[in-house]
């Protein structure tokens, strides 16, 4: 469920923190306060669009983080897990910068994420009913997820889709090796030449960098030999001056010097190493141009051989070093290859064992679909009367898909189709209902599919558009229905409503001289009465609006 939202110079707030408990919580304000701001934020957060312009005014970059408790949402942490981001116990920080300049960013667990990743996972965590792109119920795939988890067979859904993958990946190897048989064919003699020209050069492990080593000492032999003759002259050999004949002239003017102080001792035992060093240098030189040879057989030898492994490389489009690595990789590629046509009657067995086993739990699911459709509906139909839309039909339509294929949902479509008219045909979701009316449906199909619902959270914003009294009542008492099994967060500007809530939020609005700022505070006692009171009578509370306040207030801490 969702625990904290942190909001930072977004639109009106400059900085909001807000905490949210399980059960039904209200936000309430007067118009204009930026009730909407928390869902606007939330939706942000889970990575719906943004513009700049909701960053808040003289402000360079705004913020939002949510966090959440994930203990009961096991597909989440395991979602985290197939995703390698880091663990942070039993909860996860969804977090979202936007700048002045549109650049977005998106974190989860202070990992980079992207906006697919936020939603992805937000999906998991968070079902919003609005006018924003969260609302899952205009989605078909969502139809699916309902009703499966409503039937009891969410389980059976997904071992179909494993079976539907591992099908479908078996069939398009099948149908490459069948029907690219004369370019495999090309291939393995590609393949087998590349091979053969990399066995011909045999390059050795490490055999690159000695090559390399040897030309450069080859190369530069001449400039090597000259250079190291003059060294020898400096160290013992030039006659009008040397290091250790120099050495052995300033070591004598110490030996005679008489009475010696002891910096000059010190320097004296100094020059004697040094004529030590000279002299075990002079040796090492003189080793070096003893067994040094000029090879220009050698030279082009360590030439020719570098040339073909430069040309080979290039052929590759690899860097050298790379070549060991790449006849690994054309090897095993050639291997695989080389059982294509032994495998492909493999594969067709295998195939066809995919697909029974496919149709067997398909069968089932259609099944167990076909019957839950029909309860799922009238039970819908039952909370819409509730909700003052008597005569609206809720039809969960199954469609099958052609003969002999296979999807990954099963063999029908499943779409919700609606009629607020008598007479009307079924329409979709999305081309019949208003943002009013999409909500008090969404809710009235959450309420039945509460129980079964894999989302923790669900936010509804509008639900109470266009309704009042009664229905109002019936509206309040549902959220607070699937408050007691979850968590619901709901915007609304019904008394009705707000005092059915477990918990009541009221956003404020303070206006400065240059700047307004929202802020929100939770309410209890007798400041939640005043706030009810006023959504009852407007901006004059009196003693009756007071009382019946208090009054709704007592009706809806009854509530179930």
Known sequence: ????????????????????????????????????????????????????????????????????????????????????????????LLRRLLTREGRSRGYINGQAATMQQLRELGEMLIDIHSQHEHQSLLRRETHHKILDSF????????????????????????????????????????????????????????????????????????????????????????????????????????????????????????????????????????????????????????????????????KHRIDPPELTAKRLALQEELDNLAGGEGSIEKLRQQAAT???????????????????????????????????MDGTKFIPQLTPVKSGQLTANGMETIEFLITTNPGEPPRPLAKVASGGELSRISLAIQVIAANHSAVPTLVFDEVDVGIGGATADVVGKLLRQLGGQGQVICVTHLPQVAACAHHHLLVTKTTGEHSANSGIRSLSGADRTNEIARMLGGARTTDTSLSHAREMLQLGEQTA
């Open 1 to 92: 469920m969702l625990t904290t939202l942190t909001v930072k110079h977004f639109t009106l707030v400059e900085s909001l923190e807000v905490d949210f408990g399980v059960g039904m919580t209200a936000l309430t304000g007067e118009t204009g306060a930026g009730k909407s701001l928390v869902l606007d934020a939330l939706a942000m957060a889970l990575g719906d669009r943004a513009d700049t312009d909701r960053i808040r005014q003289g402000q360079e970059r705004a913020e939002v983080s949510a966090l959440f408790d994930l203990t009961e949402i096991v597909a989440a942490r395991q979602w985290l897990i197939d995703n390698d981001f880091a663990e942070n116990g039993d909860e996860v």
């Open 151 to 314: 039937a009891g067979c969410s389980e059976l859904a997904g071992e179909l889709r494993q079976i539907y993958q591992q099908w479908a990946t078996t069939t398009q190897l099948l149908d490459k090796l069948e029907n690219a048989s004369d370019e495999l064919n090309a291939r393995r003699e590609l393949l087998t030449f590349q091979l053969s020209e990399l066995d011909e050069l045999s390059l050795a492990e490490g055999e690159l960098e000695q090559l390399e080593h040897q030309q450069q000492q080859l190369g530069n032999a001449e400039a090597i030999l000259r250079d190291s003759g003059s060294l020898l002259q400096l160290c013992c050999e030039a006659e009008d001056f040397n290091l250790q004949d120099s050495l052995g002239k300033a070591l004598q003017l110490l030996a005679n010097m008489p009475g010696k102080p002891a910096e000059l001792i010190e320097a004296e035992n100094l020059l004697n190493s040094a004529a030590i060093e000279v002299a075990e240098a002079s040796r090492e030189i003189q080793q070096h141009l003893d067994k040094f040879e000029l090879d220009p057989e050698r030279l082009l030898q360590l030439e020719t051989r570098l040339s073909a492994i430069y040309q080979l490389a290039r």
């Open 354 to 388: 995919l697909s029974d086993q496919y149709l067997s739990l398909a069968e089932n699911l259609t099944a167990r679909r076909t019957a839950a459709a029909t309860v799922f509906s009238a039970l819908v139909e039952q909370q819409f009367s509730a909700l003052s």
